[in-house]
């Protein structure tokens, strides 16, 4: 049972337009969300974070929305640069402490000069 | 500050053999987790070490295995290693909780 899913496994994207990567969860416990960017032979890193308290966050070309009714969240990216092309991992936690973070199975973007 | 090391960074092992994998956390942090990332299923909790004590757990066989060290360093080791265990293996770091910080991961491949 995945409570975390991605359902485009991969997305290509001309540069310098948004790129939009999606994410849904079953489990209405989760109230903490991140997305995570992993380049190949590295470890995923930290991009941004949401709390169930706000519909949207943003930090520089990435901003996340969150529609807690339909259990679904997207990442934005404007405007897309050819460095953004990784794999995406969205994460979901009922907390922001210890507990553990349940990821989905990414989205690799492709950004296309 | 350096980053989440973990050694060895590639290993290959036999069906039925078993592995150590070691991970450094961010000096000062104290939280070391596990995760486990394979094509199919993406990343998957193992589990997370506090203070030498296993804090929580995923759902893994008991052929996976943990601890932590009083410096904070984790080791995770897999008994009885299947072609299945095959996979990247991550630890992250955090302080007591917040943001986790990813290593660059163990490929490990079983033959």
């Known amino acids: 049972d995945q409570q975390v899913k991605q359902n485009s496994p991969s997305l290509s994207v001309q540069e310098g337009r948004i790129s939009i990567l999606n994410c849904d969860y079953t489990?209405?416990?989760?109230?903490?969300f991140l997305w995570y960017k992993k380049y190949p032979a590295e470890g995923p890193t930290f991009l941004i974070s949401?709390?169930?308290?706000?519909d949207k966050n943003e930090d520089g070309r990435f901003t996340v929305f969150l529609n807690k009714s339909a259990k679904h969240l997207s990442l934005h990216i404007v405007p897309s640069q050819p460095g953004d092309s990784a794999v995406y991992f969205c994460?979901?936690?009922?907390?922001?402490?210890?507990?553990?973070?349940?990821f989905g199975k990414g989205t690799r973007l492709s950004v296309i000069a | 500050k350096a980053g989440v090391t973990q050694t060895p960074r590639y290993l290959i092992k036999t069906r039925g053999q078993q592995v150590t994998l070691s991970c450094s956390p961010i000096?000062?942090?104290?939280?070391v987790s596990w995760y486990q990332q394979t094509p199919g299923q993406g990343l998957q909790f193992l589990f997370e070490?506090?203070?030498?004590?296993?804090?929580n757990k995923g759902n893994f066989p008991g052929r996976f295995s943990g601890r932590q060290f009083s410096n904070s360093r984790s080791e995770m080791n897999v008994s009885t290693l299947e072609l299945g265990d095959s996979a990247l293996y991550l630890c992250?770091?955090?302080?007591?909780?917040?943001?986790?910080?990813f290593g660059p991961g163990t490929r490990l491949t079983v033959t």
């Open positions: 070490y506090f203070s030498e004590t296993q804090r």
């Open positions: 000096s000062g942090h104290r939280s």
């Open positions: 489990n209405s416990m989760f109230d903490y």
């Open positions: 994460a979901a936690s009922p907390d922001s402490g210890n507990t553990p973070l349940v």
């Open positions: 949401i709390s169930s308290i706000k």
């Open positions: 992250a770091s955090s302080l007591a909780v917040g943001q986790k910080y």
